[in-house]
Structures are given as C-alpha cells and as structure tokens.
C-alpha cells in the first residue's frame, strides 16, 4: 500500500503528532497521525522497531510514559517516520485508516491550568462582568493571569456534553434559582501539554521553557456563563466551567510548530525580567469556530499577550511542580475583529445580540443539539500543519 | 508483644486509621495507625489475611486501589483489626513502631478543591482584602464557595516548605516587584479524600454523600499573602497557594467520626433543595495550631457553616465526576473568638498587629525556620479518636 498523504491534509509529513486510539473497545494504543492514517506504533515497537523504547512504554494507554522518554527519543520517532514514508518504505503492516479507530485522551493528565492570556477576551469580558472603564484588572499586563482547572472532567473531541444546572441568580432575581444553565457557551482556546518534570521548589526560565512544552491541542473550555457569574467571586469559575473541558485527540508537537513562529504584541509596560523573553514565540495558528456547520469565528492564536514559554515561567517561578502530562490551557482566543471572537459571551454582547446560522436560526447560546466544532492550523509555503479538530454536542 | 495503646493516644481502637509508609527507603507499605504502632495491612494481606482483598490492591504505594473496593471491604479491616486487639491476638508479626518508619502521602490526589466555607474565615479575610461593610459576597450564603487548587504540590506532614517568589505589589507602590514573599501564612484546614467516583454528568445527593467520603485528615494550606492578593483577581489564588499543600499522613474514616456528630449553624437563608440534608453533620473535632510550640490557635471544625455533604451535593450539581483520591480542604477554619483563628493574616489583622510567642518573639507572618503544627483530635466519654499532626518548617 504506496501511503498518500493528500495535500491538504492537516497530517502532512511535517506534523506527525501522537495520539491514543483503540479498534472499537480494544485496547489502547499510541499512534502517530500520518495523512488519513495511523501509524501504529505500539504495534511497531512490539515488533522491534525503536529499540530504546520499551514495550510497556507504549502499552500505558496514555502517552505520559513515552513523552518521559524526552523529546530525543520522540523527535527521532517523527524523524525515522518522515524517513519511511518519503523513502517510499511499505508501512502498511503498521497503517490503520483514522476513519477505522476510536480516539481517546492522550494523556493521562495531573493538573490542569487555565490562562486568560488574550487581551482582547480579557477586555471584552471585563467590560461585560465588571467595569467597561477599566475592563483589564491592574495586574493583567504584569503576569499572565491563571487559575486551575479540573482535570477529572476533561474529555476527548466527540465525548457529548450534558447542558449542566446549577444556582443562577441575575441581577433582577432577589435570590438564586435551581435548574439547567440558559447561557451555555463554548471558549476558544488551544492547550500545551507539558512534556518534563521540573522539581518542586525549581522555577523553569522562559529560556528553558521549550524543553518543557511536548506539543499543542486544540480545547474548548466550555462555560455556563450564568452559574459562573454567581459563583465567580471571590475565588474564581468553579462549577461553571469544570462539568466539561474537551481537547482535540493529536498533540502536535513544539518542533512541528516552530517554522510558523511569529512576534507577538509589544509587551507595555516592561514585564519582570523573569518573563522577559528571546525570539519570536507566538505561533500564526489559523483557529475556526463552527455550529451546525456555520463558521462563527476565524481567530489566530498568534493574537495572545502572553506566549507559553512566559506562561511556564510564570507557573514556576513560586517553585511549583510541573508534571509531564499536565494541561495548560491558553484561555479564550479574541482577535479585535468582530470576527475572530472566541465565545457566544463575545459574539452576543453577554446575549443581548444574536449569532445568526446558515439555517436561519439564531443564537445568544448553545441550544441543546447543537454541535461545536473548532479546527486549526498552520500553513506557509506550502507546508500545513494542522490540529484536526475538537467536536462535541450538547446533549 | 502485648499491644498497649495509651489512653491518650489519638490512634485508639476506635479510630484505626489508614496510611501509607515505608522502612526507610524500601518499598511503600498500606498500614493502620493502633496506638504508638502500625498495623501492617499489606504484610498482613500477603501472608493470607482479608481473602477478599487481592495483594496488588495493597502494593500500589497508596490507598486509592483499597478505597475502591468499597467501605464494606475498609470497614472490615478496621473490624478485624478492633476484634484481633481486643481479644488479645498476637499480632506482633504484623506491628511495627511508628517512630520507625517514614509516612507518605497516602492517597495519589487527581483533583484537589478547597472549600471556604468558614462564615468567620471568609467575613474576616474579605473585611481586610475588601469591603468591611459587605464582607461576605452575596453568594456565600447560598453555596459553600470553592476553588480548584495544585494537587502536584501535595505534601506529606514533615515535608519542608520552600518560600515562594513571585510578584508582589502593595497599594503604595507603583508597579509590581519581584522578590521572596513577605506575608507567608497559613491555613489550618481539614481535608477529605473521596472514597467512591460518580459518573460524569450524575450529580450525588447530601444524602448520597456519606458513601463518597472515604475519610479526613489536617490540611495546611500555606499560602504568601502579599502574591495572593496582587494576582487573585478575577480568577482566584494561584501562585499564591499552589507552591505547597501539607497534609497529615493518617486518614481517619467518616465511620470513625460519627459518634462526635454535632449540629451545625443554622443556615439562613434557607437553601436551595439540592442542600438541603437531614441530621447533625457537623462534627466536634478539637484542633489546634503551633509555631515553634508556642500554641497559637485553638479552633474547631463544629464551626463550619457548610458540612462535608453539602460540599460534594454541590460539587457534582453540575454534573461534574469526583474520583477515588480526590482531596477536598475544608477552608480556613475559624471561630469567632479571637484565639480561635485559622491565619495569621486574620490573627494581625493583615499584618497590622502582631502574634507574640513563647520564646518572646513577635510574628506577623512566618520566619525561614519556624515549624508550623497543627493537630487536632474528637474525645467524648472518654472515647478519642485523633489525626495525629501535619508539620512543615520554612525554609
């Protein structure tokens, strides 16, 4: 079987991300994505291949074990693959179609960290939740603000997501009420999984970050934003936002992504100079909203403050431990086009617009059916590198 | 070996509490706390005992594994184990003495949340980082208040605990600085560590509850206050609390606690149906803080305003899964005299009085050196069940 990678695809040579699938209820294997293919390599390290990589290492179910390998062993993994495949090597006894398995979490994640790194979400939810005046809070531009997550709710691309109740309480109600959210919202955001333990007491520097960063997802931080909005104060989103948080099944690594490294903002005032930085470490990540096949938003990762390597500093610089699989997540991604917001919250005004579909219906919300899908990539001279995509469906 | 227990021990036959400890630096061993001495279940377990419990369930270097097989399985231990001491036994090939061995923590903690769900802790902090007219937020009377906090940084009692860095920044001075904590505090919590994992998207009721939670421990939650205060908004703490979580290494059953039941403060406004619970559920446990043996803070967890079942009927109203090993922190535990305060930020008002010692030293907020204790214990008709400790020193 000659492998044809088709020349759109998001999985071209240049990408091989790794993943975690499985034929029907089998069980769990690492894959690595190559076109419309899998290249199964659980079952090549069975049969001998890679030879510094232990066979239990790839029988975890998860990639936490292999990534603690360091990106030596998975840079030269993506390496003797991109060999293979343009050496016309027959693969075929360790290719399965994408369309033929089941996708699950890659990873087996600890913690998970939840940033507000783009200013514009930041600003618009500001002015909707506090005060149009000073939309951004006095510490924003000082350090990229974070809050932690729930791990235990995070789910893969095509897991549905049950509309969630909780106490609401608007600003006409004298007290809270009890039922299903009516402000169900998706957040656009990307993910890094961490790819190496720093110790507990050992902040990691910007410089050092990239060791640190395996690779990228794409993630929806779904929010029902009328119990966050009673809850939230003072100590953050709760169960507003921990019933689900889904991500895209291929981590695509930080090597893959570096040829489509872009500057980002000025960074004004001067930050600390623990998140000082060297090189240009946004990344120009085309990022597509859809619902029910409509296109909400077109934004670009490349719009964030905050890059992940001052992000990692940040995490650190008190001395607390990173764990290889953790997930940080980047927070909502607005661009200043009214088309390139990342949440109904944004689109809507706080749901006093609306959002209208190809079918000619309208949304201030998610209504039950409704499927959101968010995709991502990247593309310069003919080289795409690319996320697939993050789905789910509000039962 | 006749077992005597002394009669004011905290680990008396009617506690029998589970942990996980080693003989220096060999394997990791689940043992049962009987006066000065550990019960050694995975011995114990080996040589034949408890036929329904598989050796591998008590080989995994932490309790989560034994947990899951259910409380009808853990209370049958603690049973036997009582019957075994009472009718005189010799056990002395299954004891070992607790000065001997070394403790770890004893669960592996996926998701850590911390409650504040002290009335007095929350109207105390919030007159000093807010408004003193409305110190407590309109919603804290309707919901016990949560965050999501570190479970990377858990640590055992005993464990050290670095001074974080980070950005701090006061009202008077223009811009953040960057430099070692100034206001390192902490929080004398209890915690407790869920027993049973509920589907996600199943809520659990407080009548539910009690089969969710396997059992308490102390908690201390450090955290640097001047970090907190520049960063938390609006997201919550973070780099502030996530450097370090001590805990106590013995977790004493929900069983064991139930003859110290008492009623808690009457919650008004009523609550919502979903909170509602019947019975007393608070419980009378004596707790007490130490700086370098000079006690500082006798409080009591009868004082919390939301119990333990309300905590987890709100945690998953939304749909959200607990699993086996999760640590919920309880919040600052304060009363409302003032020798019963969970902080030293409440104790000097922010750092405005100061706490005197026995050795004629002055404290607004911790030294490098000093050792915070906390300890805590129930006793009733001459009945004591204890925790033990939680320790950690700065350094």
Request: glycine share 10%.
């Amino acid at each position: 079987m000659p492998l044809i990678i088709p020349v759109d695809s998001d999985f071209s040579i240049h990408n091989l991300p790794f993943g975690v699938f499985s034929l029907g209820e089998g069980e769990k294997r690492i894959g690595i994505a190559v076109g419309e293919h899998i290249f199964d390599l659980t079952h090549a390290v069975e049969k001998g291949w890679f030879s510094n990589i232990s066979k239990e290492t790839v029988q975890t179910g998860s990639l936490n074990a292999l990534i603690g390998q360091g990106k030596e062993i998975t840079g030269n993994i993506r390496k003797t693959i991109q060999s293979a495949v343009k050496n016309g090597t027959d693969l075929s006894a360790y290719l399965l179609l994408q369309s033929d398995v089941r996708m699950h979490l890659p990873v087996k994640v600890g913690d998970y960290t939840d940033f507000y790194s783009s200013e514009e979400h930041a600003k618009n939810v500001g002015k909707l939740y506090r005060d149009p005046e000073n939309a951004l809070m006095p510490n924003w531009k000082h350090l990229p603000v974070a809050y932690h997550g729930r791990s235990s709710s995070i789910i893969v691309s095509g897991t549905s997501v049950k509309r969630p109740s909780g106490q609401i309480k608007t600003t006409e109600m004298e007290r809270p009420v009890f039922g299903p959210t009516r402000a169900l919202d998706f957040e656009l955001e990307t993910g890094f999984i961490i790819g190496k333990n720093n110790s507990m007491g050992s902040p990691v520097s910007t410089s050092e970050a990239s060791e640190y960063i395996f690779g990228m997802v794409l993630l929806n931080d779904w929010s029902a934003r009328d119990i966050q909005k009673w809850e939230y104060v003072p100590l953050g989103p709760f169960l507003g936002k921990n019933f689900a948080t889904s991500i895209s099944p291929w981590v695509v690594t930080y090597e893959a992504l570096q040829p489509f490294n872009v500057a980002g903002p000025i960074q004004q005032p001067k930050v600390l100079p623990y998140l000082e930085f060297e090189g240009d470490k946004n990344i120009d990540i085309n990022l597509q909203v859809n619902i029910n096949g409509t296109t909400v938003s077109r934004s670009n990762f490349k719009y964030m403050y905050w890059n992940m390597e001052q992000q990692v500093a940040h995490h650190t610089i008190n001395g607390c431990p990173l764990r290889i699989g953790d997930l940080m997540g980047s927070g909502t991604i607005s661009g200043k086009d009214e088309n390139a917001l990342g949440s109904l919250l944004e689109m809507t005004h706080g749901g006093k617009k609306h959002v209208e579909l190809d079918d000619g219906s309208q949304r201030k919300f998610l209504e039950d059916g409704d499927e959101v899908v968010i995709s991502g990539f990247c593309e310069k001279e003919g080289i795409r590198v690319g996320f697939g995509e993050v789905r789910g469906q509000i039962i």
